[in-house]
């Protein structure tokens, strides 16, 4: 008998805590969140990524010249380029520094 005022009386903290907490989580604005990429990010970008798709950039852009003349039979020039040279060439040069994906 007197321990139902008890377990009533915890369930009602337990049910209080779980509606403030889910009410909460809520409100959190998407603005507030930062996403901008961290300094280890960057630096990682800086020194192994951009010289990694610099070279292959090169690499790419070696293999459409050596492909060049069998493209040309085939009148595919545009889907090989865009692979091989402009692809590369984008997220070396164009993406801003630290975005890794």
Same mark, same amino acid.
């Given at each position: 008998m007197r321990?139902?005022?008890h377990v009533l009386a915890h369930s009602?903290?337990?049910a209080v805590l779980l509606a403030?907490?889910?009410a909460g989580a809520g409100t959190i604005e998407p603005s507030v969140i930062d996403d901008t990429p961290? #300094? +280890?990010a960057m630096t990682f970008d800086l020194f192994i990524m951009r010289p990694l798709s610099l070279a292959g950039t090169v690499v790419?852009?070696?293999v459409y010249i050596v492909a060049l003349p069998f493209n040309l039979l085939t009148l595919n020039l #545009? +889907?090989?380029g865009r692979r091989?040279?402009?692809e590369p060439a984008k997220y070396t040069f164009v993406r801003d520094l630290g975005d890794l994906e």
């Open positions: 321990r139902f005022p009602l903290a337990a403030s907490a889910q961290s #300094a +280890e790419g852009t070696a #545009a +889907e090989p091989l040279v402009v």
